[in-house]
């Protein structure tokens, strides 16, 4: 992104309405009773900081929740996160992990990812791959957490 | 508002449009700093102290030369108390680690202050734990202050070192290191003072202060990275023992015992860097030709022209004294609910540099009720014209976040 006018553009992509609304109207937030899994994750340096709680049955997970305190772009990622795995299997989620990955690396949105194709404008902003990333980690915790449990 | 011009500062210079207002992290480099730095490498390069020809002797000369010049510009007549370090961050733990292993005990006390940098409140911590020490922290007045009537409680018979900072990073406040210095002396305990953010912006007069130990960095006062160093009372060095063994810092190696050099040498071991010195001799007389009491005024004026300008955005708030007069050049702030990084990266697209997070201060963030702040800081190069485009990039990120809300 060199000119000024893509920078501009590449701000859109990132604080669209679809991103903010997440952010402001946050789905399935909470902590789920029965969890089989609970993993947190930080970023020291700017604050932010996710728990994931998740329910596991026969090998798919059919409820995740989130609590934490971050900015926009982490909150929304955990949002659109928490719908975008019920009722997949752990190996589908791993799929799409790495899907998520690659739509970082290269800016393009990912349909397999639903929502969090939103986020595809991210990839423009280095300093911010973490913050998208951060809500992927604690999931992945929550489902290891149980498997090793 | 133009005071130190622009096109002395090649990275300035060479991107018209950046607005950099993150001197308190680093301050940019003046054309003169960097042209000492090659000058010393093309003409007097060699290492000091090591051998008896003209070449070390030019280095040994450019190292000490560089010493007295910036210790004449802390206001410190003995060039030899000043020991030169990586930085703040190695002087506060230069201090703990050697003066505070040798003279904090079990049952002491060491206080610091709820404004503290990591890098003076993490040694302190740690060695207070090391050694069975007390720990205990000053907290602020409303406004952002050092309480000081809680200090004067603080400081208690048993207590041997109050470490604080001149200026605090996060929110700007500017320290009474005097009256700091005299509680901490009325009952025989030593003060260190962080200087990072005070020597870059206020006059310092060492001597004048009486204060026991103050810790500078010189790449946020126009010089490179990598150098800085602490300025000590003679008395106090003398009776530390050295925290780092090696070359230049002994004078006789015997087989079972050594013995130690002489100030400054006794507290830099390993070769010197004599670039860095070199290069910090240069910003201080950059500094000394604008003027210290000129800078202070420069920044007094942008200051207050910024928080007039900021207090007009609707939402936001500004952390840290009320005035620029008890503050450096620093603005620490929120807008809304928009999380400090999402204004930072918004800004970011506009060329707008500033630093979002928690400044190196967890302790204060929490008593702030704060995870991060969004923080402008200015120094000589900057502008009217910066602290506007600021203004600016803020009522349109305002405007993007909170458009579909």
Redesign the interface.
Known sequence: MST?AD??A???A??Q?RI??HY?HPRHKGVLERATGVHGEKN????D?ITVSVLQRDGVVIDARYTG?????MQAAASMLMELVRGRTREEIDLLSRRFDEMLASGEPEEALGELGALAGVAG?P??HK?AKLPWRALLGAIEHRNNG | MSFAPRSDFPLLAAQPSLFYLDSAATSQKPRVVLDAIRNYYETANANPHRGAYRLSGAATEEYHGARREIARFLGAADADTLIFTRGTTESMNLLATAWGKQHVHRGDRVVVTRLEHHANFVPWQQLARDVGAEFRICELTPDGHVDMDQLRLLVTANTKVVAFGHVSNALGTINDVREIVHIAHAIGAVAFCDGAQGAPHLRVGFDALDVDAYAFSGHKMLGPMGIGGVIAKRALLEATHPYQFGGDMIEFVFDGDTTWNALPHKFEAGTPNVEGAVGLAAAVRYLDGLGMDAVRAHEVALTGYALEQLAAIDGLQVYGPAGAESRSGVVSFTLGD?????LS??LD?DGVCVR???HCAQPL?RALHV??TVRASFYVYNTTTDVDALVASLQKAKA??Y???
Do not use: K, N, Q, W
Not at chain 1, 69 to 73: D, L, P, Y
Not at chain 2, 338 to 342: F, T
């Open positions: 000024s920078r501009s590449g701000l859109a990132l604080y309405e903010l609304d402001r020291p340096l700017c604050g900081d305190i971050g900015c926009s772009i902003f300093a911010r913050c | 928009i999380h400090p990084h999402d990266t918004m697209v979002a997070g928690h963030m995870a991060a993007r976040f458009a579909h809300a």
